[in-house]
């Protein structure tokens, strides 16, 4: 952490701790709805800004914690400790099912879903008769700790305001870590993700479910604050108001959530105050007033006030954060044994792939030994790349087998087959631009470590993560972009982002890498410095497939090639006997009928 | 539940299936063309609606106010985006296009508004005077901002929805009106079961007004235009469609079926500034369960919504709602499923 952000945290914290004493209570009751606000408008930002997946019903998940602990604190006369459980409990649950439904729902749609069930689940708290129908639930019971009633919002304060700063320190710490890296590379799609063996559906449910408990701690305050629930703060338009407090404060960052919630609250607030001295239709007047600001953000500045800070910070140049020391051998992660030289790895046996009537692969068989780069070349259309697509399960075979390492593949899904020890690279690069390339690469061994979000948002994977990333600046070093591991992987070239995906896949301690066409859009020099990174890779004991276009490029480097041509295999062998063979010379070069 | 009390269900829900029928043509027609789910779709017609109440109270409708204040940010707009472009040459023309034509509406409502008018008068200037309101909304907040994602656009419309509604309460005020039946006549179908005039002349509308959709957009060249946006901006483009005007016409021809909508219901139900959002919410069910893209389709989710809504609210009139929105999730389901998703295409909100 840098010496300025220490000061500003610190600074922060003390003039948060300190607000009570000198203020009134009635900034005091502001401050606690500031509070309260964060941590909801903190699960959007983790779930919509980071995550990529809109919640239009956020509001939804405060309503169901609130009524869960005004009900059983008021019928049932129960503890409100044990209506945080039952908030947590239900949210959870409902946050579960919901996103169990919804969150493999593509595009728009959605976001569409979101408003579907927040409507709806804000409609069903005004038709329930046991949770008091329109009217709501009054009453409700103050927490109280150690004997000590926290009736009086002074003494909420330190309550709202001490999970507040647990809540961000837990979201911080999770994003920094494994789990987080994740999470930071949902928007983009899920194959490049596929591909580390990690399942972007389960780490969007969990992002979800995170999101809705935040929410529900929110709720949880939120009746025995005010001691009074009823229907309308949960309904669409409060769902909104906090997707503008995320978008006002910078929905891409935690301090977002906090920004943005004060200066909402903060606006109308003095809106109230001030609208009606100016016109009687106060109330009216303030809501077209959010609806304005709130598309005036979206159409001036999305990044919301985060945004310019960081605009701010960027024309300063901030320096790296150091780089830990190097671990010991035997601290490193776990290395897995590769299979002996020249021994078959992988063999494919008459796979056949039809699409309708077309038939794109055709009963096409080779093997792959250990410690060689085999070429898989053909002209446009000869179904390389569907191949490809089989061999590292986007696409399942319509009939033959695969075999990796004696075991049958063709019907496993992209993360199982990442798990056998296949890592890939992307025709066209599938990086985080915004990421760094340590992060990038670090990517890679997500399955060589096993921390999950509540372990690392609690810091307890300390050990694992210096681990993960000391792997990721050796592949770093290995292919020679030591002393840039704080750059923004969009900064790249493409040559030098095609050099850092392979850098990626080697994180996940491969058996077999598999490289789609890594020379296609390269100069010539980059291709140079690819051709002898790949037999670099190839001594210290890598097997290589290349899926590739650019001739040259193959012949000089692989020990063998396979040819396919409509589908079907041509021919195999070493380069100078596939360069002689008539068969090959016809399919590029159409010879003579 | 026996058959009399089906039936009647049945036509309930038929009667409000005309309705989510135009509604939904409206949002299919705006999402295809722009990409924007257009929320504020409902308030439109709940502005026709408070407007016809208005007529036949003897008052001016405040929807002048409204459509004037629209007005006057949508020349600002367009004149701010002129002068920026330093084309100098076409600021009249943009005047007179973006302050002239919405005040024919208004000076003609402001002509009559007052006088004891014909019925049919003041319904055909009730619908004239909304019709305004989508292009000039879309002037102003949409079309400055219509290459960003259409997730931006999503938030941008609902929050649209919400400053409508809020300019509907400052003009309309929250009193609920109901109008005078469009007609007494009432049909027999069978041993004794009546068929209200009002619902045989939504249906009918609903059925007239689509039909007139279709063949705009099957035999005419705007229609043409309309769809070779729908399908591809760019190529639009390169065969010389402005996609700034198609997007115009298209929020044009919804805010006019908006108009219809509301004078339909009126009758029915009472309107108060706020009753659009639920109608335009279930119609934008059923245009999903038309993939926001097939207007047949759309047409067969009106109806459901309608039955579905109609049949619901007799086991439980409070939860009727909650049971037609709920249904959404099972039809995004089954639509996602459906649909193809190019990967690439998630990137959201910027930095």
């Not at chain 1, 169901?64 to 049932?76: G, K, R």
């Not at chain 1, 990442?418 to 997500?446: C, E």
Request: proline share 4%; charged share 15%.
């Amino acid at each position: 952490m840098s010496r300025q952000r220490m000061v500003w945290i610190g600074g922060l914290t003390i003039a948060l701790a300190l607000a009570p004493v000198g203020l009134s209570s009635f900034f005091i009751s502001l401050l606690n709805d500031i509070g309260i606000s964060v941590l909801v408008v903190l699960g959007l930002v983790m779930l919509t800004g980071i995550g990529g997946v809109t919640s239009f019903g956020q509001a939804a998940f405060v309503g169901i914690a609130a009524y869960a602990t005004a009900w059983l604190s008021t019928s049932q006369h129960l503890s409100p400790w044990l209506g945080l459980v039952l908030a947590l409990v239900t949210t959870a649950v409902f946050a579960l099912a919901i996103g169990a439904l919804t969150l493999r729902l593509g595009g728009h749609f959605l976001p569409l879903s979101t408003i579907a069930w927040g409507l709806s689940l804000s409609m069903l708290f005004g038709n329930i008769e046991a949770l008091g129908s329109h009217t709501g639930l009054s009453n409700i019971p103050a927490i109280s700790v150690g004997g000590m009633s926290l009736g009086h919002s002074r003494d909420m304060y330190y309550l709202i305001w001490g999970l507040v700063a647990l809540s961000v320190w837990f979201c911080w710490r999770l994003l920094g870590s494994r789990p987080g890296r994740v999470i930071r590379s949902l928007r983009g799609g899920s194959v490049l993700l596929a591909s580390v063996g990690a399942d972007a559906y389960r780490v969007r449910l969990s992002l979800f479910v995170l999101a809705a408990v935040l929410a529900a701690v929110a709720g949880w305050l939120y009746a025995h604050t005010n001691r009074f629930v009823s229907p309308s703060p949960f309904d669409v338009r409060a769902s909104i108001e906090y997707l503008l407090m995320a978008v006002a404060g910078g929905i891409g960052q935690l301090v977002g959530a906090l920004l943005g919630s004060g200066v909402v609250l903060l606006v109308k607030n003095g809106l109230q105050d001030v609208l009606p001295l100016l016109t009687q239709k106060a109330g009216q007047l303030e809501s077209v007033v959010f609806a304005a600001w709130f598309i005036l953000m979206l159409h001036f500045a999305r990044g919301g006030i985060m945004g310019f800070v960081r605009r701010l910070q960027r024309a300063r140049t901030a320096a790296a954060p150091a780089l830990a020391a190097e671990l010991p051998a035997s601290d490193r992660l776990p290395q897995r044994a590769l299979p002996p030289r020249g021994q078959s790895i992988l063999s494919v046996k008459g796979v056949v792939k039809r699409f309708g009537g077309l038939v794109a692969v055709n009963g096409v068989s080779f093997e792959v030994r250990a410690g060689e780069i085999v070429g898989l070349i053909g002209p446009n259309g000869a179904g390389k790349s569907t191949m490809f697509n089989l061999l590292t399960g986007v696409l399942n075979k319509t009939d033959g087998q695969v075999h990796f390492l004696g075991q049958d593949i063709s019907a496993l899904a992209q993360q199982h087959i990442a798990r056998m020890g296949i890592a890939r690279t992307f025709q066209h690069v599938k990086l985080r631009p915004h990421m760094s390339l340590l992060d990038n690469v670090a990517l890679g061994a997500h399955l060589r470590s096993s921390r999950g979000i509540l372990a690392s948002g609690l810091g307890l994977n300390r050990a694992e993560e210096a681990r993960i990333f000391d792997e990721a600046r050796r592949q770093l070093a290995r292919i020679g972009l030591a002393g840039r591991e704080h750059e923004l992987a969009g900064n790249l070239p493409l040559g030098t982002q095609r050099i850092l995906e392979i850098a990626r896949a080697l994180a996940a301690d491969p058996v077999l890498l598999i490289l789609d066409e890594p020379a296609a859009g390269l100069r010539r020099k980059e291709k140079q410095e690819l051709s002898e990174l790949l037999r670099r890779l190839r001594e210290d004991g890598v097997t290589i497939l290349i899926v590739e276009h650019d001739m040259d490029f193959v012949m000089k480097l692989v020990d063998r090639l396979v040819v396919m041509n409509f589908g079907s295999k041509l021919t195999e062998g070493e380069p100078a006997t596939v360069r002689t063979d008539p068969g090959v010379q016809a399919a590029y070069l159409g010879g003579v009928a | 539940m026996n058959w009399d009390i089906a039936l009647i269900l049945g036509i309930d829900g038929l009667a409000s299936g005309a309705v989510y029928l135009l509604a939904g043509l409206g949002l299919v027609l705006v999402f295809s063309v722009t990409r924007v789910v257009f929320v504020p779709f409902g308030d439109i017609a709940a502005f026709s609606a408070l407007t016809l109440a208005a007529f036949e109270m003897g008052r001016t409708p405040p929807t002048i106010g409204l459509v004037l204040v629209l007005t006057v940010l949508a020349v600002l707009t367009e004149v701010g985006s002129l002068v920026r472009q330093r084309e100098w040459a076409r600021v009249p023309r943009a005047l007179l296009l973006w302050g002239g034509a919405p005040l024919l509406p208004c000076l003609l409502a402001w002509g009559v508004g007052g006088t004891s008018m014909s019925p049919a008068l003041q319904i055909v200037v009730s619908v004239l005077l909304v019709v305004p309101v989508a292009p000039l909304l879309a002037r102003v907040v949409l079309q400055p901002i219509a290459n960003a994602s259409a997730l931006v656009l999503l938030m941008v419309s609902l929050a649209l929805h919400f400053l409508l509604s809020g300019l509907g309460l400052m003009f309309f005020g929250p009193e609920g009106s109901r109008t005078q039946s469009l007609t007494n006549a009432s049909f027999t179908l069978g041993a004794g079961f009546n068929v209200s005039g009002q619902v045989a002349l939504m249906v009918a509308c609903a059925l007239v007004l689509s039909g007139l959709f279709f063949l705009m957009f099957e035999r005419t060249l705007m229609g043409k235009a309309l769809r070779a946006t729908a399908v591809n901006r760019v190529g639009a483009r390169l065969v010389g469609i402005r996609p700034a005007r198609t997007a115009l016409l298209a929020y044009g021809a919804s805010s006019l079926l908006a108009g219809f909508i509301g004078v339909l219901i009126a009758p029915v139900t009472t309107m108060y500034y706020d009753s659009g959002f639920i109608i335009g919410l279930k119609a934008f069910v059923a245009a999903i369960i038309g993939g926001l893209v097939s207007y047949p389709m759309t047409a067969v989710g009106a109806l459901a919504v309608g039955i579905v809504e109609s049949f619901a609210s007799f086991w439980s009139g409070a939860l009727k709602d909650v049971i037609v929105f709920s249904l959404l999730i099972p039809v995004l389901l089954l639509r996602s499923y459906l649909t193809y998703h190019s990967e690439e295409d998630e990137e959201e909100l910027d930095q």
